[in-house]
């Protein structure tokens, strides 16, 4: 066990991280009715992505309390974040809702 001990969130913390999560959600559902109204496209599939980045960086910084473990096993989430977030633009970028351009 380690010397440093850190404080886990107050169950009012919890509440609080689990509003701005329903806030994030009630965005990413707007943002299918933005879309059908708006035709945002590609814009439409990177908000999405952003605000499921938000999600899992929250999720796991504070639910599996990710943010008081050694910094390699922040890596190893974030790697697999990564990893996920370029299968899913390869996925996107083939079905022609996301347009990757190269320079």
Excluded at 52 to 71: D, T
Aim: hydrophobic residues 60%; without cysteine; glycine residues 6%.
């Amino acid at each position: 066990m380690s010397a440093e001990h850190h404080t886990h969130p107050t169950p009012a913390q919890y509440w609080k991280i689990a509003v701005v999560l329903a806030v994030l959600t009630a965005i990413e559902v707007a943002m299918f009715y933005i879309d059908r109204e708006l035709g945002l496209g590609s814009l439409n599939a990177l908000i999405l992505i952003t605000l499921a980045l938000l999600k899992f960086v929250i999720v796991v910084g504070w639910y599996m309390h990710l943010r008081f473990e050694k910094p390699m096993l922040n890596r190893f989430f974030t790697a697999g974040f990564v990893l996920a977030i370029s299968l899913y633009l390869v996925v996107l970028a083939s079905l022609g809702v996301v347009v990757i351009r190269g320079g």
